[in-house]
C-alpha cells in the first residue's frame, strides 16, 4: 500500500489544468488567473494629493505665511494654471498636484479667510504628495498567473483597467454514487436502506474548492449500471466515485469500469479513514475512486480531491495545511496506517487544543460534521500523553 | 472618535437577520441554516456489518469451526431469514446483521469452500457490528441553527433524509461608489481620473462573505446623483458607499443623503487605515460609509463589512479572528489609533514570521493586494523589537 503522499503526488501528476476562459471582472474572484494581469495605466497617473489641503510652494508656506488662493482641483478636474510664489490651489485626496506646487499644506494646519489662507504649520517640500507611479507603472505585471483571485485582487485588476480576465475553466467534476442500498433524499427508501449522502456532500466540496459538480444518477450494484454511469460523466474533467471501491463481491466499480478501458494507477493506500482509495483513468478521464463511507469519502476528498481540483484549477495542489495544537487526553500508538483523527477545537491563550472525538467509527455523519480538525497521526507513531503537540488540519468553516 | 470595537458593537446591533428561503440540498452549502435539521430517520436503520465478511453466532464461531453459508445479505438486500448454530451469512460494509446472528466475522478471518467456512480467528459477540441508531435517532437535532452549512453538513442533512433546508436569504448589499474622478474599467478616463477599483473590490468581497452584491452606478460628485443612487438601494438589506466620507468640500455623501433622511449613528473612528468610516439609515436602509482610499476600504470591509454580513445573514457577527506571528523587523510606537498594517507572512516551523511592508500607503493597491495578514496594533502600543509577539489577522485567499 503506498502513503498518503505518495498517493496525492500520482494523482497530482496525471492532471492537467484546464484552458483558460474570458470573464467580466465581476465573475473572476475566486477563480485562478491563467495569464498574468499587466497595468494598463500608470497609478496614480500624475503627482496627486494625499489630504484635503492646499498645494503651495513649500519654500514660500513657512509658518505665519498667507497665499492667495487662486482656485481649487477637486479630484478629477485638475487646475490648468500654475501655482506661483504667494499662490495656493484648493485640493482634495487624489487632486493632481497642479504645476509649480511642491507640497500640500493640509487644511488642519491652514486658517482660510476670504480667498486667502494662513499657514499655520510649515510643511516640507514634497509632503502629502503620492507620486506618480507610487502604486504601480504601466505595463508592470500587478498579478503573476496562476493565482486564486482575491477580492482584492479584482480590486487591482479594476484599477490596473481590465473589464475581463481570463481564468482557467472550473474544472468539471461528475460525482457517481454507487450501492444498490442507497436512494435520494426524500426519495422512498428501500429496506435496510440509506439515504445517499456522499454524492451532495461531495457536490458541496467540489463547489467550495472552485469546481463545477455533475451529480449523475446513483448507479445500481450492476456492471452495466456503472459502466453507464462512467459513460455520462463524458466532458468531465475528473470522474469521482464512491462506494465499491473495497474488496466485497459487490465492490463492482472496477470490474464495471473494465470494459470502459479502466486502468488503475493505484488502489488501497495506508491512510485511515479511507484505505480503500482507488486512482488511474477511465480511457482519458481521470478517475478518483473514494470509499463509500462517508467520513471516508470526505477525508479522502479533503486530502486528495481538494489537491486534484487546484490543480485542475491552474494551481500545483497541495495537501491541506496543518498548524499545531496540544492534545488535551491520551492517545494510543498508531498502527502503519497514517491516521486523521475527527476532533474538536478550543483556544486557550495564543494555542489550540485539540480534543479527539471517543469514537472514530467511520460510519458517523454526525461526528464528522460536528468535527472542527482532524489530528494527522503518522505511521507506526509512538502513543502521547495528555499535553503532546500534535499537528492538525483544521476542517474551515465550509470544507 | 469611538473605538473599533464599539463601532462593530453598534454596527451589528442597528442590523437584522434576512428572512428564511426554502433552497434546495445542492444550493444549500455556504448558506446559513435558518430552523434546525431533526433527523427524519435513524442512522443506520437497523444493526448493519462495519465490514466485509459473515453474520455469525459468536458462541458457535470459535477458531476452527466450520459454518454453512446459508445465504447472502448484500447492502439494501437484507436477508430474510435466521441464522442458527452452525450457520453464516455473507455480509458487506452496510448491510444490515441478519436475525439470530450476534457478530460479524470479517472476511480476512475466514476461509470459504464449497459453500462452508472456516473460522480462522474467533470473534466476539457485538464485533464489527454498528448498532442501530449509533450515527443518530429520528428526530435528533442533526445541526443547529444558525449556522453557516458545511459541505459535511449537506452530507448530514441528506443523510437525515432531507431534500430540502430552510436558509436566510442572501443579504443584498448595494454598493455605491462616488467621485467625479472615477470611471469603470475599461471606459474613458477623465484628465487626473483613476479607474474605481473599490466597487468591483467590495462586490467581490460581499459575494465571498456570503451576500449579494449590486453594484450601483457610479455617482458624481452632486447631491442630486448622491440622492439618485441612495434611492436606487431600494429594496437591499445594506446601502455600502465609497469616498466622500472625509472632511474635504466635496465629500458629499452626507448632504447628499440629508434629504432622504439620513441618521447618523457614528462618524469617524480611532483607526488607520480607515478613520473616516461612517455608519447610520437611510430611512429604515441601513448605511455604512466606507472611505475612498481602496486600501482604507478593504480593511474596513474585514473589520465591519463581513461582520455586518454575517449579521445579516442570522449569525452572530464577529471581529476577524487573530493569531499569534513573530515580528521580524522593529516597529515604531503606535498613535491612539488602532493600526492594521500590511504585511507578509512566512511559516518557521510551527510559527508565523510576519514582515510589514516599509510603506503603509492607503493609496497603495498593490501592496494592499499582495499582503498576507494586517498586523492588528493596540492604541498607543510602545514600539516593537523584532522578535516580538503580534497579533495578525490573517487574509485568507479569497478575502
Known sequence: MISVDEARRLILAALAPTGAETVGLGQAAGRVLAAPVLARLTQPPADVSA??????????????????????????????GKVRAGE???????SVVPDG?????????????????????????????RRKGQDFAASEVL????????????????????????VHRRPRVAILATGDEISLPGEEIGPGGIVSSNAHALAAFVMESG???????????????????????????????????SVGDHDLVQQGLAGSGLALEFWKIAMRPGKPLMFGAVGELPLLGLPGNPVSAMVCALLFLRPAIERLSGLQGEAPATEPALLTTAMKANDHREDYVRATLTREGDAWRVTPFPTQDSGMLKTLAHAQALIKRKPNEPGLAPGSLVQIVRLGGRD
Open 51 to 80: 489630504m484635503d489641503g492646499y498645494a503651495v510652494r513649500a519654500a514660500e508656506a513657512g509658518k505665519g505665511a498667507t497665499l492667495r488662493v487662486i482656485g481649487a482641483a477637486p479630484a478629477g478636474h485638475p487646475f490648468e
Open 88 to 94: 495656493a490651489v484648493r485640493l482634495f485626496t487624489g
Open 101 to 129: 506646487a511642491d507640497s500640500v499644506l493640509i487644511q488642519e494646519d491652514a486658517t482660510a479667510e476670504g480667498g486667502l489662507i494662513t499657514v499655520n504649520e510649515s510643511c516640507a517640500a514634497g509632503k502629502n504628495i
Open 143 to 166: 498579478i503573476a498567473a496562476p493565482k486564486r483571485l482575491t477580492a482584492r485582487d479584482i480590486g487591482l485588476a479594476a484599477a490596473g483597467n481590465h473589464p475581463w480576465l481570463a
Open 211 to 245: 469546481g463545477e459538480a455533475v451529480i449523475l444518477p446513483i448507479a445500481k450494484d450492476t456492471l452495466e449500471a456503472i459502466a453507464a454511469g462512467a459513460a455520462a460523466a463524458k466532458g468531465a474533467d475528473l470522474l469521482v466515485t464512491t462506494g465499491g471501491a
